[in-house]
Each structure stands twice: as structure tokens, then as C-alpha cells.
């Protein structure tokens, strides 16, 4: 028993350990909605732990140094804390890492929630896929056993998303005392689709979730299909199902889309499109994001409407990612080729009609959306996409939206946004002109209602629902 | 208003027109158990006809010679045909062919409906697919408007596969009168997988099934994922659906698997294998067959189970098919590396563990299933198999039998197969190895039921049951 009343545990945590140029450790504060809304609840409760995996050597070698396991030992860490909440970091070996989180976490669940799969030659689930599998449980044994010991008598603890599946039953069973909610980041699929997992990993898998007492999703299909793969599977529905739809932070958004390094992305920007109409998206290069058949409606646009040659130009930030799996390096490639195709077919002298953007660039991408005057996301299957929610509370030109009706935040925003069948590029292209063409007055009274839906719970309230909703679970 | 009271509608016809040495045309009956089934009833029905797309040039200067349409003008088809029944061959041009055939059929709707794309690449639906989508439109159209002119008052019209799913609608709104029944030979899929389709182009199949007063399907499962589809896309319950499950004809397969030229194979396949236990599986080289894992299966079973070394031979028929179509060469060139692997890694002076054979060999295959120990089929869907139910028809070794649950024929079999997840390799493997071990009475046992259900609705009384619930539909 430990003396936490409250604990997140997530694969990545609130701060990270990076080498600076004298090979020392640097505490660098992690950023970004998510993590600001957990902190804020953390920081409220006196002694409260997050417990996150130690992601390289050099935070394994710190995490191992800690004798009582907490990074608060460190004095960087403290400062960087500042007495907030405390942070145990899990010096899971290197290879129960790697199984597990881009063995099985990246690899298989992402792929199968995601209906990433390409069934004629994947999954394959062959003993060397098992390998991987036993590090995935170990990695949430060792999650489970962390916060059994951090745990105060009847704490609540939060577990987030699916790298973390299985911590639930397993914590449990150690403690039954706890109250453990569990929030699913990604979308869910139909039964007929999560049955290709081996018959053993899909009943742990729900069982392992469903030992929560709140289980979270971002929209309510999400919360159905997962409902659905319960009874089919185990014979029962699940209890403690929610839905609490992320947004994003206004105000937070804003300070940062207007620190000077943005405002001066922001000019470089201007430079390139002048006064054109700019069809604007922002991306991990992940394979669900769907930039291929993005890029392929934008040159159907192009072909069909002559008439916005010149006129318009399409801004694509793609912040890489993933790019230790070839599947990952080789899409990005083929999206590379496409650019530099639709640049031969289009370009003159005085018309860049696409500007492609692959790199790590965060000012860049909010310059992006400020200048945004249609915001574009086709994910073929998000759980959320908050991108969309930013760049609509980020542009400056009232944007017309157009949005795959694969991402949970087609249930947020609803016919308000121009929703798309990702796979269809006519569509798709059909969309953008519509977009593009869009009265100003229609634009601007769309955006007054989308600007309100996309702000409607931000991290803070967001994360405090779901604390709210396990404090009236009786255990 | 034509004069036939029953008519077959299909892709591919009862017969086919082939070049002999001296470039004339020569008439080939097609064989199979299903063309038997139609033919048995065609027969008894005075002036049936049966409806069928002229394939290759050949077939459509023949049809186009036809004035009245029918090809028991030409002398030879008359010949062929015994009086039985007519075949009207549409000679559709080439290029509305192959859009519908190759274009749509086989590369959109078969792979919708057996799980097959890999969503971050495949569908594309952009202007090229539209085109594609416009000819299967002309080349159902040409079905509906054949069928309509020559089907008698309130005639019964039998309409196949998923090549004419649209021709069930066009054919009520030309023909009110007439009874139009559908089946369709693949799977079905949920509507979380039907809907990546065009929203345009699911509405129009769905309508278009509808339309006909039966639509029947091998299994309650793929009726069950279709009625899911109407009702989640267009708001209502299928009227007529019904459950079809075809199984094989011992006789005619009988018949067939003792003749000359099977005896002459089963000798060759004798001297290969001696007296070891035989692991048979017979397919087309077909995405959906799921070979490659299959042959991963038996490596991890070569691997995990030493005790099998020089016991069993692994024997692989596999007929080509869609050679046009780049994946699938693809497809077989892996199938055949990996069975290369195998064969470096276990192979000795004495003992080959895998026979591959990659061609068109009917009676080799036939020769192999009446030598199959275990009777081995791994679909990763698969309307029915039937290559399953006559491998338990004609093995002489009272067959254990291995079978992917994601083929209709699972649901037919039930537990007296081993069932199994097609992606599971290890659970596969297992699953070869149990059978392998089964006590001899207990195979015996089980495949005692497996034989009675592999035969219990063959052909003739299969399209029977069709027409008489066809018949008892008030219009």
C-alpha cells in the first residue's frame, strides 16, 4: 500500500529526460492539452504519482537510480515539478519495451484498431508475434504492481489508452480496494474486425478493460463498438461505459499559436500564398491519417475545377512519425512522389499549388492554421483528431471544414463540417470545391457554431468527468 | 415479353466458345457441381434460358451472329445443349466488360466483401474508379434488358453473384411481373467495412438486391452482416432474405474422382509420399485462400513438433487465377518462396514435407483430396468453400479436417472440424498438429457427421429450395 490518492499512468509522462550538450541529463516538461488537463487534477490532490514508462537508457539509468522508485529523488525533476505531483517512471528493460510498445501497442493494436490491417499478408500471429505479446504483459504487470504500491486505500486511479489495456483486471486483483478508470485514446472496431486478434489476446484484452469502473471513449460509436466486441466475445455488456468527447484549450492554443516563432512562420507563409485561398492540414505522417488520398483529391480538384488554378494553394505540415516501421518510411515516400507530381502537373512560375512540409516543425504547423481558410483532416479511422478542433479555433479567416466522418470528431461537430467518406477521393474533391466555393456568410455562421462545439470540454473538464464519474461508482 | 418461364442470369454461362488447331470455333460444356444444379432444373423447365456475358472475343462474334440473341442458332451449341435448355450470350464490348468484371467485380467488390483492401492504400475511389463504376452499370443494365425480353409473363428468374447485384432493381422497374430471385456466392461483410464504398454506390447495391423477391445467401452470418447493412444505411429490414447453404454431390464427385486420370495421379502422389500422413488443401491462387499463412502454419508446426519429421507431407494444389491482376502475382511468387524456405529447412535425401503445385491440374487435385490424412482449408473469409466438403467427400483415410471459421462451410461443419482463426499461425499449427494426432476413432466419429453434413443440400434440391421459396412470394 503507498500513500497516493490519485494516480495517471500512461505510457509517456509529463516530463522526459534528454542529453544536453555536455552529455547531463535535462528534465524537459512534456506540453500539449492532454497532459496540462491531467496535471491540473494531479496537482490539486496532495501526493498524487503519475506513473509512465521510461522511454530510452538514459531515463532508464535515471529511473534506476531512484532507490524509492520516484523521480522527485532528482533534484531537476523536483524543480521541474515543483511540488506538484511526483513521477515514478518504469525502468522497464529495453527489449519488454520494444515488444510492447512497438511490437504489440503500435504495431498490432494500433493496426487492428485503426482496420489498418492488410488481411491477404497481416497480422500474422506466429511465435515470434507471441514473444511480443508476453513483453506486453509484462509491460502492464509492471504497470499494475507500480501502482499497487503507489495506491493509497481506495485511490482512483486513471490508465490511459492502449498501450494499457490489460492494467485494469490485473490491478484489480492486487487491489481490489481502488477505483480504476480507463480512457481509450483510439477508436474501436466491430466485432467481425477485432476477432482477428488470436481468440486469447481478444478475451484478455476485454476482460483486462473490462475490470474498469468507468470505461472511456471519445464518441459514442467508439463506446458501441466496443459494447459490441463485450457481448459477442463474453456473453455480456459492459458496465461503467462512457463518453467523454475530448476538445481542445482555447486559450491555451492561442498563447501559443501567437509566440513570436509562429508569428514569424507565419509571415514566411504569407510570402508563399499571398493572397491565395489556402487549404490547410496538419498530420503525424501515420498511415491513418490518409495524406495519400488527401493529396490525390487535391489534384482531382485541380483536374475538374481549372477554375481555382492560381487561386488556391494547399499547405500540408507532416510532423514524422513511427519512422522505425517501413510501412511508415515507405507511405511517406509515396506522398513525397505524389507532391512532386501534382507540383509537375501545376506549378508555374508564379503558383506553388502545394506546399509539403515533412518535419518537426510546431510553429510551422500552428502559422498553418492561423492561415487556414479550409481546414482538411480524411483520416481513414481517428478516435478523436483534435488538429480539426485546433485549426478551428486557431484560423483567422472564418474556415470552411472538411472532415472525414471516420473521426470521432465528426460526432463533436457534426453536418457543420463538410463530413467525407475518406476512401473516396471524387468526394473528397467534390468537398474541397464546396469548401473553396463556400458564400462568406455560410462560412462565417458554420464557424460561429463549430467554434463553440470545439471547445465544448477541454482537458480540465474533460479529465475532471471522468473523475467525477468513478467517484460515484460504489466499489 | 419473351417466352421463357425460368431464367439464369450469370457472368460466366454453361458453356464456352474455344479455338481448336484449325482456328474454328469448338463449344465446351462447363462442368461443376453449381452448373449442374441450374442445368438439372433449366432441363425440366420447357424454353428456360440461360443469360450469361460473352467472355473474349471469340464468345462475342459468336453472340453477335445469333440474330435472335440465342446460340442454339449456331449448330455445334444445339449439339452441345441436347434440346435441354437455350443460352443467350450477351456480347457486351470489351472494354464495358472488363470495367465491370475486372474493374469492379473483382477488384472492388470482391475485396469489399472478403475484408481484403489495405485501408491506408486500397480503395481508391477517384474518376478512374467512376469509369470503372459506369461500365459494371452498362453491363448490368445489359443483363436486366436481355432478361426482360426474354423472360415469359410472370416468369422466375434466377439471378447470380455478385457481378449483378444492381440487375434485381432494373429488372422489377422493366419487368413488374416476374419473380427475380438472387443468390449471391461470397460473404457479406458489416456495414462498418461495406460503407468505405462510395455512399452512392452502397445505396444503389443495397437498393439493387433489395429489388429481388428472395435474395439468399449461404449462411445466417453474411445474411445477418447484409440485413445489418440495409438497415444501417437505408433505415429498413431486408424483405426475403434467406439461407441457402450449399454442399457438394458425392456422386457426381465420385463419378469425377475415379476416373482414369485421377488414378493415374493418385499412383504419382503414392510414390511421393509413400505411406506418411498427408495434409491436403486444394484451392484457386486466390488473396482470400490465405495459402501464405497456411505454409507458415506447417513450418511452425515442422518447427515446434519434431516428431513430425519424415511423417508428413504438406501437399498444395493451387489452380491459378486473376493472373491479371499484379497482387495476385505477387501473392504467388511469395506463396512460392516461402514453400522454397520450407523446403531448404526440412527437406532430406528421403523426405519432401511439401508438394507445391501450381497449375491447372484437376485430376492431381482430385487425386490429393481422395489421399488427404487431414483436410486443410484456411480462408480468410470465404462465402462457403466447397473445396472443404468435397475433400471430406472423396478422402479414402477418414480425413481430420482443419477449417478457417471464417468460411460459410464453418457454420455447416460446426465443431467436427477443428476450427480456427485464419490469422492465428500458432493456433493453426496447433490445430494441424491435434489433428494429426487424433486417435483414429475419434476422426472416425467425427467424420462420420462431417460426411452426412458435407452432402446435405447438393445442388439440384440447393436451387430447388430456391425456386420453391421463390414461388410461395406473393407479387
Redesign the interface.
Known sequence: MGSAPLIVASNRGPLSIVAVDDGDDEVRRGGGGLVSGMQAALSAAPDAVWICAALNDRERAMARRCTSGRLSEVPAVADALAGDFDVRMLPIDALTFRQAYNGIANSTLWFALH???????S?????A??RQWAGYVRYNRAFAEAIAAEAAPGATVMVQDYHLLLVPRMLSELRPDVRIGHFTHTPW??P??F?????DVVHDLLEGLLAAHVVGFHTRRWAE?FSACCQEVLGRRPAGLEVFPLSTDADEMHDRAYERDVNRALRGLRDTVGERTVIGRVDRTE??K?V??GL?AYR?LL??HPEWHDRVVHVVYNYPSREDLP?YRE?TAAVERLAREIDDEFSTDDWTPLVLEIGDDYPGSLAAMRRSDVVFVNS??DGMNLVVLEGIVLSERDPAVVLTREAGAAETLGDDAILI?P?????TAAALHDALAMPEDERRERVRRLRKKAVALPPVPWFRAQLDALAQVSI
Open positions: 482496420m489498418l490491417y492488410e488481411p491477404a499478408r497480422p500474422v500471429f506466429d511465435l508475434w507471441r472496431v466491430p467481425e474486425y476477432r482477428m486478434l488470436p481468440d463498438q498511415l491513418s490518409n495519400l488520398r490525390l482531382e483536374r475538374t510501412e507511405y481513414v479511422r467518406n476512401f473516396d477521393v471524387s468526394q
